[in-house]
C-alpha cells in the first residue's frame, strides 16, 4: 500500500460521549478522532443503548429496518447515523431486543448472545451504507465475531473479500467465554474449536487473535507480557503462534478533555508556568475530603476500580505503615465488597488521614488529578493505564508498579533523575509497593527535585497523534498481509 487516504470502521462496544463503562469508551472516542486529524476517513459503529438519548444528538435514519440473523429466525435493525463534534461519523445499530430497551452497557446474561448479535448486525449493515472500508478495526471480544467472520466466509464473496481486520485486545482478563451453541445463534457453526478454548465452549477474545490479519496490544510491555502464562493465562500458547502478527501501541489522552488549563471541574486551572496555582487545588481537595489543609503533608490519591488486578489487596500493609507517618490519602472507586469493607475499616483507623469516595464520579477524579501530590497505581497487570497518564498531564507524580503499559509511561526518578516523570516499583508485593511509596515521599520533600518531576510529566506528549500514527502503519501492514492471503 502506498500512502493514499485509508477508510476504517472502527468497532467499539462503548464509546465517549455516548456510552462509558471503561478505558475503551476513552479510545474509541479519542482515537478515530485522531486518525481523522491525519486525514483518513474513519468512522465509528457501536450499538445504540437506551442510555443514548434522541434528543442528546442529533441522528438521522439511514434507509428501512435490515434483517439480523439469530438462531434460525432474524431480527429487524435500524441504521442510525450522526456526526462528533470532531466531524467523525458514528453509526448506531438500533434493535429494541438486545441494546435500545437496555440502559447498561454489559452485565445481563445474554451478554454472549447480545454481542454476537452485535458482530452479525455489522456485517448485515455494510452493504447499507454508502462507503465501503478497506479494513475492519475491531476491539475486544465484543468485536471479535467479525474478522472471524471475515476468515471463514467474507473472504469468499466478492464485496467483502478485500476487508482486512486489526483486532486489538484492550484487556486479556475479559475473554467472552460461552457455550458453543452460541456458533448456532450467530449461524457460524463452521467457526473451528481452538486448541486454548475448553471443551464445548468458544473464547471470542481467542478467536479474534487467531482470526484477525493483526493483533495488537494497547501497550508495547503489554504485548510482552501475555507471552507470559502468569499474565497470558491459557492463551499464552496462542499467542505465541501469532507472535509474528502480535504489536503493541500505546494508548492516549485526549488531551483537549484532559487540560488542567481549560478543566471546568477543578477549582483553579492551571498550566506549566503556573504551576504553583495547583496548590488552591490540594487544599480543596482536602477540604472536600475532610482532611486537615496543609501544604506540608503529603497527599496521596487513587482513583481506581477495587479489583484484585488492580492489586487492591496489597493496599492494607502498604497503608499500615504509610499513614502511620505524616500523609494524608484519598481513593475514588468501587469494585468487590470485600475491598470497600478492608478500606473502610482502615479509613476507621485513621480518620484525620485517609477518605474514601466509594463511588464513580468523573468530576471528583479530575480534582484528584489536579490536587493530589502522589498519584499510586499498584495494578498487578495494566494493559496501558490511563490514571497514571492523566495524573502526569495534571501536574501528579505517579508511583506505579513496573508492569505494562505503567513501564512503558512513567520513567523512574532513581533510574533516569534528569528525565524522570515518577517512580516504578518491582516486583508485585506490598513490600515493594510501600518502598516505591517511601522513596517518593523523600524526594516530595525537596521541592526543586519534586517540581522537576511534576515539569517532566507535564511536557511528555501522550497525545493520540503518535498513538495514530503508528496505528495508521498497523492498517497498512494489516492490508499487506491480507493481500498475500
Not at 503508528?470 to 497498512?476: A, G, I, Q
Request: aromatic share 10%; glycine share 8%; with cysteine.
Amino acid at each position: 500500500m502506498g500512502k493514499e487516504k485509508l477508510k476504517v470502521l472502527f468497532l467499539s462496544a462503548e464509546a465517549v460521549p455516548f456510552a462509558k463503562v471503561g478505558g475503551l469508551a476513552d479510545v474509541a472516542g479519542a482515537l478515530p478522532k485522531a486518525f481523522r486529524a491525519l486525514g483518513h476517513d474513519v468512522r465509528l459503529m457501536i450499538p445504540r443503548y437506551g442510555s443514548i438519548r434522541s434528543n442528546q444528538f442529533a441522528f438521522e435514519k439511514l434507509g428501512k429496518p435490515f434483517p439480523v440473523v439469530r438462531g434460525p429466525g432474524e431480527e429487524l435493525v435500524h441504521l442510525i447515523h450522526t456526526t462528533t463534534a470532531d466531524d467523525v461519523p458514528v453509526y448506531l445499530l438500533w434493535d429494541e431486543k438486545y441494546f435500545s430497551a437496555r440502559e447498561r452497557v454489559y452485565g445481563f446474561d445474554d451478554d454472549p448472545q447480545r454481542f454476537a448479535f452485535f458482530g452479525r448486525a455489522i456485517i448485515a449493515a455494510l452493504p447499507h451504507l454508502d462507503w465501503m472500508p478497506d479494513i475492519i478495526h475491531a476491539n475486544d471480544w465484543h468485536t471479535a465475531i467479525v474478522p472471524t467472520w471475515l476468515a471463514y466466509e467474507g473472504r469468499y464473496l466478492r464485496e467483502y473479500r478485500h476487508l482486512a481486520s486489526l483486532f486489538t485486545i484492550h484487556n486479556l482478563a475479559y475473554q467472552g467465554i460461552s457455550g458453543r451453541l452460541i456458533l448456532t445463534f450467530a449461524r457460524m457453526d463452521y467457526v473451528k474449536h481452538l486448541d486454548v478454548e475448553p471443551p464445548g465452549q468458544v473464547n471470542w477474545m481467542a478467536q479474534g487473535i487467531a482470526n484477525a490479519d493483526l493483533v495488537n496490544t494497547v501497550s508495547p510491555r503489554y504485548a510482552q507480557d501475555i507471552l507470559n502464562p502468569a499474565v497470558g493465562g491459557d492463551l499464552t500458547t496462542l499467542l505465541e503462534q501469532r507472535q509474528d502478527r502480535l504489536c503493541g501501541v500505546l494508548n492516549g489522552i485526549d488531551t483537549d478533555l484532559w487540560n488542567p488549563a481549560t478543566d471546568p471541574a477543578i477549582p483553579q486551572q492551571f498550566d506549566l508556568s503556573t504551576l504553583q496555582m495547583r496548590a488552591v487545588n490540594k487544599a480543596a481537595l482536602q477540604q472536600q475530603a475532610r482532611l486537615p489543609v496543609r501544604s506540608d503533608v503529603p497527599l496521596v490519591g487513587m482513583v481506581t476500580r477495587l479489583d484484585y488486578v488492580k492489586g487492591i489487596d496489597s493496599l492494607e500493609p502498604i497503608l499500615e505503615h504509610a499513614l502511620a507517618n505524616d500523609i494524608q490519602f484519598v481513593l475514588l472507586g468501587t469494585g468487590q465488597p470485600e475491598y470497600h469493607e478492608m478500606l473502610q475499616a482502615l479509613q476507621a483507623r485513621f480518620p484525620d488521614k485517609m477518605q474514601l469516595f466509594l463511588r464513580y464520579d468523573e468530576a471528583l477524579a479530575r480534582r484528584i488529578y489536579a490536587g493530589c501530590d502522589i498519584f499510586f497505581m499498584p495494578s498487578r497487570f495494566e494493559p496501558c493505564g490511563l490514571g497514571q497518564i492523566i495524573a502526569m498531564r495534571y501536574g501528579a507524580v505517579p508511583v506505579v508498579h513496573k508492569t505494562g503499559g505503567l513501564a512503558d509511561t512513567v520513567i523512574d526518578y532513581h533510574e533516569q533523575p534528569d528525565k524522570a516523570t515518577g517512580f516504578t516499583f518491582t516486583p508485585f508485593s506490598p513490600e515493594a509497593g510501600l518502598d516505591g511509596l517511601k522513596r517518593a515521599l523523600r524526594v516530595f520533600r525537596s521541592r526543586k527535585d519534586w517540581q522537576a518531576l511534576q515539569s517532566n510529566g507535564m511536557k511528555a506528549d501522550f497525545s493520540w497523534t503518535n498513538s495514530a500514527k503508528k496505528y495508521v502503519e498497523l492498517y497498512r501492514r494489516a492490508l499487506e498481509l491480507h493481500a498475500q492471503g
